[in-house]
């Protein structure tokens, strides 16, 4: 990451980056959080809030060694798991002044340890990565282009006039009266560091090259339209996104059946059948009716095709279409 310093005039005030680094440094704030991360096991979450011994949580301190060895603008996390490996050492202790006063000599001493205790860093990175193993494919397969997206809307709002704090939601830690001056200011002489998040909360965190400012996207970005519409269509589809549940619906509608019957037909473990038709059940794509002592399972047609019609009159609406019956 380049340094920001004085820039020239007619330099851009912000620095909009996708952060890897930043999603991580999110995801083990949101182990502290009433609902942690779904995917995430409820033991490593407890794992990583008792990491360090010292009365605190995970604090900031990922970014700030990201920041130092030069990669909190990387998209990958590879590159800094990798680095982490080896001591990350300050000149000067970096100031922190977002940091509450207490909290400022507890990460300063980690920092110290990190770097002279290899045995630990190993222990850090271990833990780090199995975070992240939480959230790497939703990273790779989506989220990663959805940062992108905001980065991008965000970087056009902020040269059509927009300012730092306008992008942020109303709850922000930044738009705090203690700390939103500080934004301010750091906007002004062109020292922000603005990434968004999308694996848990946001952040304000002072570095020495910049005030590094992390958060989800404001609720009318329409970023955030596009990603809920796409959620919808995607667990309207989910049910039927699978080869196997979308072959024993269609059996079904050709032959209603009982659940052996469906996993002899389709040569699978009869356990298998019942998990698939148990997910197409509450989904509403198929009806379930006594016949003797066996369940007969029969297709839904219609309510294929109003999940159907839903998915893509919400998926052309949110690209701009007109939407249809």
């Known amino acids: 990451m ?11 005030r912000v620095d909009v980056m996708v952060s890897a680094p930043t999603q991580l440094s999110s995801l083990v704030c949101a182990t502290f959080a009433p609902r942690v991360h779904p995917a ?16 605190h949580g995970m604090m900031c301190e990922l970014v700030v060694l990201a920041d130092a060895a030069g990669l909190l603008a990387s998209p990958d996390i590879e590159p800094l798991l990798e680095r982490l490996a080896d001591p990350v050492t300050f000149d000067t202790p970096p100031g922190l002044e977002t940091e509450l006063d207490d909290e400022i000599p507890v990460m300063h001493a980690r920092l110290d340890r990190l770097a002279s205790d290899a045995a630990l860093r190993r222990a850090y ?34 040269d059509a006039g927009d300012d730092v704090l306008s992008l942020l939601p109303e709850s922000h830690v930044a738009r705090r009266p203690m700390y939103a001056p500080m934004a301010r200011e750091a906007e002004r002489s062109g020292r922000v560091l603005l990434s968004p998040t999308l694996a848990g909360q946001g952040h304000i965190i002072a570095l020495p090259h910049g005030l590094a400012i992390a958060s989800s996207p404001a609720a009318d970005d329409p970023v955030v339209r596009r990603r809920e519409a796409a959620t919808d269509v995607a667990e309207t589809l989910k049910a039927m996104a699978e080869p196997t549940r979308l072959t024993i619906l269609t059996q079904v509608a050709a032959h209603p059946s009982g659940v052996g019957e469906i996993a002899r037909a389709l040569h699978i473990a009869q356990p298998t059948a019942s ?39 919400r998926l052309v609406t949110a690209m701009g279409g007109d939407e249809t019956a």
């Open 125 to 158: 990175v271990h833990q780090l990565t199995a975070l992240w193993a939480v959230f790497d494919e939703a990273w790779r397969t989506r989220l990663r282009d959805e940062a992108t997206a905001t980065a991008a809307a965000w970087r056009a709002r902020l």
């Open 2 to 12: 380049t340094p920001i310093d004085a820039p020239p005039p007619d330099a851009s």
């Open 275 to 313: 998990v698939h038709l148990r997910k197409l059940r509450a989904a509403g794509l198929v009806d379930a009716r006594k016949q003797g002592s066996a369940t007969i399972y029969s297709a839904r047609p219609g309510a294929v095709r109003a999940a159907l019609t839903m998915a893509a009159n």
């Open 40 to 55: 995430m096991p409820l033991d490593l979450a407890e794992e990583t809030r008792g990491f360090w011994d010292d009365g």
